[in-house]
C-alpha cells in the first residue's frame, strides 16, 4: 500500500485522521489539542536560534524601531499568525506576561495566518512587533529576503521544543519503528545532503511527549501572570 501525499488546507482534521500516516505540526497544538497522536520525533534544524531539537522566536520590529526593546512595546499593536502557534503566539504571550499590567501589554493584536503575512503587516505599518520563528525567518533570509526589507530582530524568546513530527494513533508499534529509522537514515544518508541543506534540516531526534511538556509550561507561566491572551 503506497500512501499518499497531500497538503491540507484544513490542518486540524488532517492532523486528527486515523490514516494519518506523517505529518508535521507545531507544539501548541499537539499539547492541546491533539492528545491522542503518537509523537515520531522533532527535526534538528541548522539555522541560527536552534540548538539540536529545540528552537526559538525572533521579536521583530520595524528597522526605525530597532534600538527598542520588547519593553519599549507597551501599548503598540501586535500582529502573530494564529492563537494556536506556539513561535507566534504563546512565545510571545510568554514573553510579554512579566510587562504586563491588568494582564495587558499590547493596545491591540491582529491575527495574520501565516509568519509570512505576519512580516507583510510590520512592512505596511499595520503592526508594530511580531514573533517570528528563527527556521522560518532564516528560509526566508535565503529565498525571498525582500520580505525582510526594512525588518529588523529586536530580542528573542528562549529556547524550546521544535515542530514535532506526528502520526496517527491507529499507527501500530511497528510501523512506528519504521518511520523513525526511516527519518534517521534520511538525515544521515550522503545522498540527501543538498535537500537537507536547503532546508535548514541538520538532523533528526526521537522525541516523547514530555519534552514539549514545556510549551504548556510557558502557558501556564503567562496565566499564572494573568495573561491569556495577546
Known sequence: MQAEVTWPQNLLPHWRDDALLLSQTCGYPLVELLPDVQLVGTFQSSAQGCDGPRYRSWLVARSEDEHLTLSDFRGRRAVCNSNDSHSGFNALRYVIAPLAQDGKFFS?????????????????????????DCITWALLRRNFPDELAGLEIIGETPLCAALPLITSAKTDAATL????????????????????????????????????????????????LGVTAL
Request: no cysteine; net charge negative; proline share 1%.
Open 108 to 132: 491591540e493584536t491582529h491575527f495574520s495566518g501565516s509568519h509570512r503575512q505576519s512580516l507583510a503587516a510590520l512592512r505596511a505599518g499595520h503592526a508594530d512587533i511580531a514573533a517570528i
Open 177 to 224: 519503528v519504521i518511520l523513525r529509522s526511516a527519518l534517521q537514515e534520511l538525515t544521515s544518508d550522503p545522498r540527501y545532503q543538498d535537500l537537507l541543506h536547503e532546508n535548514l534540516i541538520g538532523g533528526f531526534s526521537v522525541t516523547e511527549r514530555a519534552f514539549y511538556d514545556e510549551v504548556k509550561a510557558w502557558k501556564d507561566a503567562a496565566a499564572a
